[in-house]
């Protein structure tokens, strides 16, 4: 059984940044896709970016292109979410996701298996 575990929420100003990470236990990874998902109270979860952990090719959802980026750290299976330029609608709590086959779409939240507690990022205006 996978485990993540989210890091690194908190408060953030508007034109601001912070830095998410999602460290990942019980299994090891190859082209599983490893992604991030956000929620806010009501709504849809929705995709925010993800990444192909052999390839390292990313996605990004086109409300964060061009402001956040995802990353992974090899060595310490671990997965990064850097947020620059945050605004108030990115507001949410943001869960890591894990998929269990290679082939699954990144963006799908059914291609993921396993997803994390969550964290709360709050953008003051």
């Known amino acids: 059984q996978v485990q993540l575990v989210e890091s690194g929420g908190g408060l953030g100003q508007a034109g601001g940044s912070l830095r998410l990470s999602c460290a990942a236990s019980?299994?090891?990874?190859?082209?599983?896709?490893m992604g991030w998902f956000r929620q806010v109270p009501g709504k849809e979860r929705e995709f925010v970016a993800a990444?192909?952990?052999?390839?390292?090719?990313?996605y990004y959802a086109d409300s964060v292109k061009g402001r956040f980026t995802i990353s992974r750290d090899n060595a310490k299976i671990t997965v990064y979410l850097q947020m620059n330029s945050l605004k108030p609608e990115d507001t949410a709590v943001y869960y890591c996701?894990?998929?269990?086959?290679?082939?699954?779409?990144?963006?799908?939240?059914?291609?993921?298996?396993?997803w994390g507690q969550g964290t709360q990022v709050t953008v003051s205006s």
């Open positions: 996701a894990a998929g269990s086959r290679p082939q699954g779409s990144p963006r799908l939240r059914s291609s993921y298996d396993y």
């Open positions: 019980g299994r090891t990874f190859s082209s599983e896709p």
């Open positions: 990444i192909r952990w052999s390839s390292v090719i990313t």
